[in-house]
């Protein structure tokens, strides 16, 4: 794997600091906000001194029920190509569900939610990630999210699903210690376990963010400073390998940049703090191995051989059942197919790959975690009943932070709605979110909102009212209003709004 080093995510609002700053190895920026046939100026000036760019993507939803859509693969391979990238990123996680396979509406949570950790999911996950890999031109590397809720009935820990994904893919790991710690906070589970459990090896690189914690609960905004606990799992982490590259988060809230470049500093010296710890306990395990081959010099050994070597692998065998660590990824590497020890269909699993079989999940487990999948995200965003098993005070938090993060990106993507709205904008579109749910992107969201203002008679100033109207037939139809005859406006909403 390429040595990457250290890295900050490039945004469009901190791109001149990001260019100045010293040290800076590599930018990561979100796919989905980069037109390859237009790159920014910035990171084509990144790009010119040498400094890797690599696009992270947010809207594939490779843990959702459907196989991946075409054109989102295209999109995500035309801008590691422009951007000559050597690797892309995406993350474990569903971001829509319903349509099709599960005759239910087609809703769009707007931001990335957690997989179920079953074998359902993870057959539906494997095959997903294949299709990916066969479209995109260079390696893939999947994150772990931070989760606000927990799915009933889990079958493995992350760890263990994490490993599972990688050993039977292929494919390499972007392990975020920010969401780590989340998950610790929310979900009570052990950061050090999960690490643990990781196939190390698989490691593409690193993510180090900053929240905030409320009521109990940790919000994983990338808005706010680093804190010493995510640091203290990036330390561990790098006590274990030296990660390839190590990246920091930063997507709103933007400090200065002396600011960002003391967390870089943090971060470096997080990970020397690692690296430290990691060349004593090789220096322990060298001088260890060292005494134990002088004390086998002495020393006849009861078996001979093979003998020895069979006894001694019945022996780890036992313990690997036990133990799904280190130990149990060691004896999984002795096994048919790479087949883990304790999993009853793993040699199975690896022999259906190395044919090209499909795994005999199929179609009947993408058809299970979709209504699953449907019924979590129909109560998230459309205020259905929870589904049995859910965290009701969780599911509640999960659903205000969605809409909140739905009203902060239509912000974005269409700037021109508060300036006219004003202090009202927010309470607005949290009101039109709880009985409006999203079913395509943010911004067709933007237009259904200002079309819901303005069948209802809002705002009620009247030449915001007429700015807003404006605002929406001119970006409503397939081309400005402004290039096109007026007597192409036909649909009935339209002509409603054009009388008024």
Same mark, same amino acid.
């Given at each position: ?75 995500? &391979? /035309? ?7 050597? %690797?892309?990123? =995406?993350? *474990? @996680?569903? $971001?829509?569900?319903? +349509? ?87 979900? &009570? /589970? ?7 459990? %990781?196939?190390? =090896?698989? *490691? @593409?690189? $690193?993510?180090?963010? +900053? ?290």
């Amino acid at each position: 794997m390429e040595r990457l080093g250290t890295g900050i995510g490039w945004r469009p609002e901190i791109a001149d600091a990001v260019e100045r700053m010293p040290g800076i190895d590599w930018v990561e920026a979100v796919a989905e906000n980069v037109c390859p046939g237009h790159l920014p100026d910035s990171l084509r000036r990144l790009r010119e001194r040498g400094v890797t760019v690599v696009p992270h993507g947010v809207s594939l939803g490779l843990g959702g029920a459907d196989r991946p859509d075409e054109g989102r693969l295209t999109a995500l &391979a /035309e801008r590691a190509e422009a951007l000559g990238s050597p %690797l892309v990123t =995406e993350h *474990i @996680a569903f $971001v829509r569900a319903g +349509g099709a396979l599960t005759a239910t509406p087609h809703l769009e949570a707007g931001h990335l939610l957690p997989v179920p950790r079953t074998r359902d999911a993870l057959d539906v996950l494997c095959e997903n990630v294949r299709i990916a890999q066969e479209a995109l031109p260079v390696p893939l590397a999947l994150e772990n999210i931070a989760a606000l809720i927990s799915w009933p009935g889990e079958e493995m820990t992350e760890g263990q699903f994490l490993y599972e994904l990688a050993d039977r893919t292929g494919v390499r790991l972007l392990i975020d210690v920010a969401n780590l710690h989340t998950n610790h906070v929310n979900h &009570a /589970e052990d950061p050090a376990k999960a690490l643990a459990e %990781l196939p190390l =090896e698989a *490691i @593409a690189y $690193v993510h180090v963010a +900053g929240g905030f914690e409320r009521d109990g609960v940790w919000h994983d905004s990338h808005a706010h400073p680093v804190p010493r606990p995510v640091l203290d799992i990036l330390t561990d982490l790098a006590s274990r390998v030296s990660p390839p590259g190590v990246l920091l988060e930063r997507d709103e809230n933007f400090p200065e940049p002396a600011e960002l470049e003391s967390e870089l500093g943090a971060v470096r010296r997080a990970l020397e703090a690692g690296a430290v710890e990691r060349v004593k306990a090789e220096v322990r395990s060298a001088g260890n191995a060292l005494a134990v081959q002088r004390a086998e010099t002495r020393t006849v050994a009861p078996f001979t051989g093979d003998a020895l070597g069979e006894k001694t692998t019945g022996r780890r065998h036992e313990e690997a059942r036990s133990r799904p660590g280190d130990e149990a990824r060691g004896v999984a590497d002795e096994l048919p197919g790479g087949a883990r020890p304790g999993d009853e269909d793993g040699a199975v699993g690896a022999a259906r790959g190395a044919f090209g079989l499909p795994h005999p999940g199929g179609d009947g487990a993408r058809q299970r975690l979709g209504l699953a999948q449907a019924a979590l995200l129909s109560a998230l965003v459309a205020g259905t009943p929870v589904p049995e098993g859910f965290d009701r005070v969780r599911v509640g938090v999960q659903a205000r932070a969605l809409a909140a993060k739905r009203a902060d990106v239509v912000a974005k993507v269409a700037p021109e709605l508060p300036e006219i709205l004003g202090a009202d904008y927010r309470t607005a579109f949290l009101a039109y979110a709880q009985t409006q749910p999203m079913t395509g992107g943010y911004r067709r969201d933007a237009l259904a909102f200002a079309e819901h203002l303005l069948l209802a008679g809002r705002p009620g100033d009247a030449a915001a009212r007429r700015e807003l109207r404006e605002w929406w037939l001119e970006r409503s139809g397939p081309t400005p209003r402004s290039r096109r005859p007026v007597h192409r406006l036909a649909r009935a909403t339209r002509k409603v709004l054009l009388r008024r």
